[in-house]
Nanobody
Framework: QLQLVESGGGLVQPGGSLRLSCAAS????????IGWFRRVPGKEREGISC????????YYADSVKGRFTISRDNAKNTAYLQMNSLKPEDTAVYYC????????????????????WGQGTQVTVSS
C-alpha cells in the first residue's frame, strides 16, 4: 500500500517562502507520478504542480508558474514543493498525491487520476 506523509505547512507573510515535503513509500511501478494539489473551502480541488518519474516531466498551474517549483529526491523517495513569493490567495490545504502507474502528459495533474492521497497540510499566507 502506497503511503504519503506530508510536512512543511504553516503561516507565512505575503512574499515569503515555504517548502512542502512528501515522503512516499510503497510504489510498485517504476513509472509513477507525484503531485501537489490544494483545496480552498467552496472551491474545487486544484492541481498545482505534478511530476512524472519516468522522464521528470512537470506541470504547473498558471497561478503558480514562476513561483513554485516541484522536485524529487529519488534516494529519499521524497517530493518537494518550493513555494516562493507567496500570496494570500495561495492560502489553502495542500495535499500530496501519487499515482502508482504511468500517467499521460494530458492527465499528469488531473486530481481524479490520483488514487493515493496524503493527509493535507495547511498553508496560510497572511500579514
Amino acid at each position: 500500500q502506497l503511503q504519503l506523509v506530508e510536512s512543511g505547512g504553516g503561516l507565512v507573510q505575503p512574499g515569503g517562502s515555504l517548502r512542502l515535503s512528501c515522503a512516499a513509500s510503497g510504489f510498485t511501478s517504476d513509472d509513477y507520478a507525484i503531485g501537489w494539489f490544494r483545496r480552498v473551502p467552496g472551491k474545487e480541488r486544484e492541481g498545482i504542480s505534478c511530476i512524472r518519474s519516468s522522464d521528470g516531466r512537470t506541470y504547473y498551474a498558471d497561478s503558480v508558474k514562476g513561483r513554485f517549483t516541484i522536485s524529487r529526491d529519488n534516494a529519499k523517495n521524497t517530493a518537494y514543493l518550493q513555494m516562493n513569493s507567496l500570496k494570500p490567495e495561495d492560502t489553502a490545504v495542500y495535499y500530496c498525491a501519487a499515482a502508482d502507474r504511468p500517467l499521460s502528459s494530458f492527465n499528469l495533474c488531473t486530481p481524479r487520476t490520483y488514487d493515493n492521497w496524503g493527509q493535507g497540510t495547511q498553508v496560510t499566507v497572511s500579514s
